[in-house]
């Protein structure tokens, strides 16, 4: 399938851009959107004549601007066929390696990994797995095989739904061993090898990688501008799932991972209206949807809107990254199909594990033991780069995990291999790009300690500045863990 913009389009995007000279202007304009994934690669640009009509430009000021665009890396010209966006060598490595892991870190270990956005345990998870441990006996003279899960947190994971305005009944939550393993259950079970899905770019790698593995071939859906303030491009959405035509659409509407952003009802219902006319299922990613830090209602699930759209959950980001339990809020229809394809990746999750998230889940509000320190974990992190890096960019978002931050200039992959000297462990843009690109952006969690955000960010500051960095010296590496 040829992914193709239009004029109106791409006017759109590029918005208001220098014109003095207006070629160069809308050459910069152009890569800042390719470079971002706004502009996926290979897709095909609208001709010069259609982009001379609607930006009202002379068709040299375009041709120029186009020919530039090639001279540079941003496009291929392929005769007879148009022009397409792509990315200069150096940056397409940096699609394809990020940087080796640190390695086990130890509580004394000056090295900091920020590749998971997952932090320590609270209390709580203590007390919950004292008081599991209790109930486990009384399952004892059984097999211990759930495949649809236990029936006493599948009973909680379908009255937190309901409570939030999605009436749900046991029978339709089945357990897994995390969240990917559902995304992954629900991949095999819906989709075939050669089988569309449309998803977000940036969006969660390990989710991407999860819907390869079956074969399917992935659309990106690229965000609208990251700083701005409606995070989904709409429009654009629209425009994929017309030409794309997908069997499903992966999204993460609660504090998209990595930028953060919140899709609201209006959107949600909007969006749903057009996945029915696509004929598209949503796979709805909720694993953040808890992690607000603000005191403000929260949207209706998706689902609420889509009454075909699969949910998925987790215990990870919610408690501890150490409780593999996720879960699928299934349409009923689908839930034998669910169990089926479960029943081929494993035969249940850890009974102990799930009583122990079945203890947490007694509280409706599980995420609030942590919601003060994640959040001055954030406003550290904020004001430690507000300080140190005065010109990078980026949103405070009012949930989540990570910050999704931008250089002005620089490879954020070179800048990311530059700091593990330093012993610490960022990920890079790229990482979080269906297709490439973003290799000015890079992810950063606040869920360390204060006093390590801050070092993080003096350490960053330090190696930005540093030669390599100047010189444009391009280091390879291997892909990292990412959470």
């Not at 339709?172 to 969240?179: D, H």
Request: with cysteine.
């Amino acid at each position: 399938m040829e992914r193709t913009i239009t004029a109106e389009r791409l006017v759109t995007l590029v918005g208001s851009f220098h014109r003095s000279p207006a070629y160069r202007g809308l050459c910069q304009a152009l890569q800042a959107l390719i470079g971002d994934g706004r502009i996926t690669l290979g897709t095909r640009l609208p001709s010069e004549r259609a982009v001379t009509a609607v930006l009202d430009v002379s068709r040299t000021t375009v041709t120029r601007a186009y020919a530039e665009l090639v001279a540079s890396g941003f496009a291929v010209a392929k005769q007879g066929s148009g022009t397409y966006a792509a990315v200069p060598e150096e940056r397409r490595r940096a699609h394809d390696h990020a940087l080796h892991g640190l390695g086990p870190i130890g509580p004394d270990d000056p090295r900091i990994d920020l590749s998971c956005a997952a932090g320590s345990a609270s209390a709580d998870i203590a007390e919950a797995y004292a008081r599991a441990l209790t109930l486990l006996p009384a399952y004892l003279s059984t097999d211990g095989y759930l495949p649809s899960g236990l029936p006493v947190l599948q009973e909680r994971v379908a009255a937190s739904y309901t409570r939030r305005g999605l009436p749900t009944d046991a029978d339709q939550i089945i357990v897994t061993s995390g969240a990917l393993a559902a995304i992954a259950v629900v991949a095999r079970a819906l989709s075939r090898p050669g089988d569309r899905i449309t998803v977000e770019t940036p969006g969660y790698p390990n989710a991407i990688e999860a819907l390869r593995l079956g074969g399917a071939r992935l659309v990106a859906s690229p965000m609208a501008d990251p700083l701005g303030e409606q995070g989904w491009d709409v429009d654009g959405i629209e425009a994929t799932l017309r030409q794309a035509s997908p069997r499903l659409a992966y999204l993460i509407p609660d504090y998209q991972n990595p930028t953060g952003f919140l899709m609201d009802d209006a959107m949600r219902e909007h969006l749903a209206g057009l996945l029915r006319a696509t004929r598209t299922v949503a796979i709805v990613d909720e694993t953040l949807q808890s992690t607000s830090l603000v005191d403000a209602p929260m949207p209706k699930p998706f689902a609420a809107h889509a009454e075909d759209a699969i949910t998925v959950g987790s215990a990870s980001k919610l408690c501890w990254g150490g409780l593999r339990v996720g879960w699928i809020r299934a349409p009923r229809d689908l839930v034998a199909r669910f169990v089926a394809a479960r029943a081929k990746i494993d035969l249940g999750s850890s009974l102990f594990d799930q009583l122990v998230v079945s203890e947490v889940l007694r509280s409706e509000d599980p995420f609030a033991v942590r919601r003060e320190r994640v959040r001055a974990q954030r406003d550290a992190l904020v004001g430690a780069l507000r300080e140190h890096l005065p010109s990078w960019r980026f949103r405070v978002p009012d949930g989540g995990l990570t910050l999704w931050v931008q250089m002005p200039h620089g490879s954020a992959t070179r800048l990311a291999t530059d700091v593990e000297r330093a012993g610490l462990h960022v990920v890079p843009g790229p990482v979080f790009g269906v297709e490439g690109g973003l290799d000015t952006w890079m992810r950063l969690p606040y869920t360390k300690p204060q006093e390590q955000l801050v070092a993080v960010v003096e350490r960053l500051a330090s190696a930005w500045s540093g030669p390599s960095q100047r010189s444009g010296v391009h280091h390879e590496a291997a892909r990292p863990l990412i959470a």
